[in-house]
């Protein structure tokens, strides 16, 4: 059977993407929401909801979706890592893709960062520039906290490590510092690159996105793989099976 779509965020610009992208793969939209709606009586007409609201709203989502006992995909991004941490065992208590980025191309990438900090050590300076259009309201992206987060994994480092920007630092870089850099203007939909920088050569890896579209076919493509998983917290890498 046909796996029902609920759409909360329906008004935002990746509402909107998903909703035509529904439509172009021959899926059901059984309801379109946002902040503010009653997405409780949504979520009794679909079969799992896809989220692109606002982080603000994720724990009333989570719960209103463990109530129903409905999957969920978490889009939203913009989460602190605290709020993160607290969300999460509600997330685990329903099947939920819960990811920054639901491109096909980004999660290779993120595969190829973790390779790369895993082979290249402390002597290739880790940065990561990201850039996305002026009307992004968080940053660094979720993309790019992603990046990050893995870079950091593998280097046994701790959020500590992060350099948003050198406004005010002086002095030489340090071997242990991972730097991030968010560049806003224009209507780019979102470029990440991930640099390995070592004295004599560089590795650096590019994603760049021009079409919203990709974000949301890949946040459908989970919608309909995780609709049959047990409870717990997947991403992007589960559902393309990159693990």
């Given at each position: 059977?046909?796996?029902r779509?609920?759409?909360?965020?329906?008004?935002?610009?990746?509402?909107?993407?998903?909703?035509?992208?529904?439509?172009?793969?021959?899926?059901?939209?059984?309801a379109?929401?946002?902040?503010?709606?009653?997405?409780?009586?949504?979520?009794?007409?679909?079969?799992v909801?896809?989220?692109?609201?606002?982080?603000?709203?994720?724990?009333?989502?989570?719960?209103?979706?463990?109530?129903?006992?409905?999957?969920?995909?978490?889009?939203?991004?913009?989460?602190?890592?605290?709020?993160?941490?607290?969300?999460l065992?509600?997330?685990?208590r329903?099947?939920?893709?819960?990811?920054?980025?639901?491109?096909?191309?980004?999660?290779?990438?993120f595969?190829?960062?973790?390779?790369?900090?895993?082979?290249?050590?402390?002597?290739?300076?880790?940065?990561?520039?990201?850039?996305?259009?002026?009307?992004?309201?968080?940053a660094?992206?979720?993309?790019?906290?992603?990046?990050?987060?893995?870079i950091?994994?593998?280097?046994k480092?701790?959020?500590?490590?992060l350099?948003?920007?050198?406004?005010?630092?002086?002095?030489?870089?340090?071997?242990?510092?991972?730097?991030?850099?968010?560049?806003?203007?224009?209507?780019?939909?979102?470029?990440?690159?991930?640099?390995?920088?070592?004295?004599?050569?560089?590795?650096?890896?590019?994603?760049?996105?021009s079409?919203?579209g990709?974000f949301?076919?890949?946040?459908?493509?989970?919608?309909?793989?995780?609709?049959?998983?047990?409870?717990?917290?997947?991403?992007?890498?589960?559902?393309?099976?990159?693990?």
């Amino acid at each position: 059977m046909a796996v029902r779509i609920v759409i909360n965020g329906s008004r935002g610009r990746m509402g909107q993407a998903v909703a035509a992208a529904a439509q172009e793969l021959g899926l059901v939209v059984a309801a379109a929401v946002d902040v503010g709606d009653d997405l409780g009586a949504a979520l009794d007409r679909g079969d799992v909801v896809v989220d692109f609201s606002s982080h603000h709203a994720t724990k009333a989502l989570l719960e209103l979706a463990i109530a129903r006992r409905k999957p969920v995909v978490v889009g939203t991004t913009g989460h602190s890592a605290a709020a993160k941490a607290e969300l999460l065992p509600l997330a685990a208590r329903v099947p939920c893709v819960w990811a920054g980025n639901f491109s096909v191309g980004v999660n290779l990438l993120f595969a190829l960062t973790r390779r790369a900090a895993a082979v290249l050590g402390a002597d290739y300076d880790a940065e990561v520039v990201e850039m996305h259009h002026r009307f992004k309201k968080d940053a660094p992206s979720g993309t790019a906290a992603r990046l990050l987060e893995i870079i950091l994994e593998e280097r046994k480092l701790t959020a500590a490590a992060l350099r948003h920007g050198r406004q005010g630092i002086t002095g030489e870089r340090t071997p242990t510092e991972v730097g991030i850099h968010a560049l806003r203007g224009g209507d780019v939909v979102g470029d990440h690159t991930v640099m390995f920088a070592a004295l004599g050569e560089r590795l650096e890896l590019t994603h760049k996105a021009s079409d919203r579209g990709i974000f949301a076919r890949g946040a459908l493509r989970a919608a309909q793989w995780v609709a049959t998983q047990p409870a717990g917290v997947y991403d992007m890498q589960d559902v393309l099976g990159l693990r």
